[in-house]
């Protein structure tokens, strides 16, 4: 299953979806069966992402998720009642084989991607491993990413554009980085919603602004390089308990998946820019 997740076909996008952090698995279950009936409809890989802890929350007081033991616990339900791939943050390189007995896909977080005792935790699992770009990595730097999680022998890897630090509390997307990391020859994905996120914007949280998502979504996939989206979505994203002021609304998944999908078929046949 996994080596079909990472099959390089830009006309069939692989949605990558979920809240950002596990609050309940009543939630994770209601917007898996959501997302996954939707993709089908629409002729999109699916793939539910949901984190059992968020490491680097701004304050120490803020919820963090039920911790791994529970987390992959929920994980696991989803993955079996539902019938989807399941991916999550791997934090610390002790936690990368517990994490590989449940996930199809484990993710690298951002502020982590230069962390190489992690990035061969993982690859070692020989699961796929998603490496998301440090928000103050240049894209060419994420070739070194690549080649420490290779040099297990693990190829099945996918880089995630999430944006650069641009001042205090503000990322902005550069999208040449979208064909310079496809260039690695992995799969390159685009995080729409963290895409629109102000760091500790908010003083003691993030901040953000997800009315700006769908734009960049279809910006991203219009430059043709990319395989696949990643979105944080919720069906209360106001009282989410992480992420709060990114995540997009269920209700918005609909029009803005077709559009990509839409936007994905007119660039199928466009070259890559070089």
Do not use: W
């Not at 996008?13 to 209601?30: K, M, N, Q, T, Y």
């Not at 440090?134 to 290779?150: C, D, I, R």
């Not at 996918?158 to 979208?178: H, I, P, Q, S």
């Not at 496809?182 to 963290?194: L, N, Q």
Request: aromatic share 6%; with cysteine.
């Amino acid at each position: 299953m996994t080596k079909n997740l990472l099959q390089h076909d830009r006309s069939a996008l692989l949605i990558i979806a979920g809240p950002c952090v596990i609050e309940s698995a009543e939630l994770c279950l209601d917007i898996a069966r959501y997302m996954k009936s939707l993709c089908h409809e629409l002729g999109l890989g699916y793939v539910f992402k949901a984190s059992f802890d968020k490491a680097n929350r701004s304050s120490a007081d803020s919820f963090r998720g039920p911790g791994i033991t529970d987390g992959l616990a929920v994980l696991q339900r989803v993955k079996e009642e539902i019938g989807v791939p399941v991916l999550t943050d791997v934090h610390e390189a002790v936690q990368a084989s517990a994490v590989a007995q449940v996930c199809d896909i484990l993710q690298v977080p951002a502020f982590l991607a230069r962390q190489t005792d992690l990035l061969l935790a993982c690859g070692r699992t020989g699961r796929a491993i998603n490496i998301k770009k440090g928000q103050f990595m240049s894209p060419q730097e994420m070739t070194l990413a690549v080649n420490k999680v290779k040099s297990t022998g693990n190829d099945q890897i996918m880089l995630t554009e999430r944006g650069t630090f641009f001042g205090y509390n503000r990322l902005v997307n550069d999208f040449t980085a979208l064909p310079i990391m496809h260039e690695t020859g992995c799969p390159v994905i685009f995080d729409a919603t963290h895409s629109t996120q102000q760091p500790a914007g908010l003083g003691n949280a993030s901040g953000g602004n997800p009315q700006y998502a769908p734009l960049l979504a279809r910006a991203a996939v219009a430059t043709g390089c990319v395989s696949g989206l990643f979105i944080e979505c919720h069906p209360d994203p106001r009282n989410a308990r992480s992420d709060a002021a990114t995540m997009l609304h269920l209700d918005d998944m609909p029009a803005l998946l077709q559009q990509c999908k839409t936007i994905a078929e007119l660039t199928k046949n466009q070259p890559p820019a070089k």
